[in-house]
T-cell receptor, first 116, second 113 residues
Framework: GAVVSQHPSWVICKSGTSVKIECRSLDFQATTMFWYRQFPKQSLMLMATSNEGSKATYEQGVEKDKFLINHASLTLSTLTVTSAHPEDSSFYIC????????????FGPGTRLTVT | KQEVTQIPAALSVPEGENLVLNCSFTDSAIYNLQWFRQDPGKGLTSLLLIQSSQREQTSGRLNASLDKSSGRSTLYIAASQPGDSATYLC????????????FGQGTRLTINP
């Protein structure tokens, strides 16, 4: 149990366009979802935390107008990278948690974004 | 601000050896500590979660210990196998806002056949 999926697994887009990444909890209702960014050979950096039905809380230094997060239901959160630039190319990973498992986070498989 | 450090950054050992990965954190006020495995280009697989009130957790050949007062955790891997090759990450969550995880930089482990 506690499976999290992401779609797409990889995406290539042109500079200036927007791209949406979906994160779904498949077999549980996630009260909280998290979005992380990972550069090559580096660790994960938390971008934002979102609770269903509320606005996301962004970490310091993360542009909320550039990285739009929507947590529309207990099983779905989306991250939209707006007006993407090559420096936004990265590996984006989401995770989800619920209180029934002691707030343990379950991670998705990640989305590789390449902006050309 | 919580900082998590993992030593060594990379480790290469022959198959069959027992090994220890280290994780240290600066703020001992943690809610829990997790060890993850990440294969290249993939997401994270949770290996072990230790609540702040616990001293250790075991799963198969893996044993993780937690010494909150000294800000340290170790992941012990017994009888290593080539399939254990991956990057191992530790992460801690703070008591306030229990769910936010702060990650270490990871240890890249290579097990040589």
């Amino acid at each position: 149990g506690a499976v999290v999926s992401q779609h797409p697994s990889w995406v290539i887009c042109k500079s200036g366009t927007s791209v949406k990444i979906e994160c779904r909890s498949l077999d549980f209702q996630a009260t909280t979802m998290f979005w992380y960014r990972q550069f090559p050979k580096q660790s994960l950096m938390l971008m934002a935390t979102s609770n269903e039905g509320s606005k996301a809380t962004y970490e310091q230094g993360v542009e909320k107008d550039k990285f739009l997060i929507n947590h529309a239901s207990l099983t779905l959160s989306t991250l939209t990278v707006t007006s993407a630039h090559p420096e936004d190319s990265s590996f984006y990973i989401c995770s989800a948690s619920f209180s029934g498992r002691g707030y343990e986070q379950y991670f998705g498989p990640g989305t590789r974004l390449t902006v050309t | 601000k919580q900082e998590v450090t993992q030593i060594p950054a990379a480790l290469s050992v022959p198959e069959g050896e027992n090994l220890v990965l280290n994780c240290s954190f600066t703020d001992s006020a943690i809610y829990n500590l997790q060890w993850f495995r990440q294969d290249p280009g993939k997401g994270l697989t949770s290996l072990l979660l230790i609540q702040s009130s616990q001293r250790e957790q075991t799963s198969g050949r893996l044993n993780a210990s937690l010494d909150k007062s000294s800000g340290r955790s170790t992941l012990y891997i017994a009888a290593s196998q080539p399939g254990d090759s991956a990057t191992y990450l530790c992460a801690v969550s703070a008591i306030q806002g229990a769910q936010k995880l702060v990650f270490g930089q990871g240890t890249r482990l290579t097990i040589n056949p």
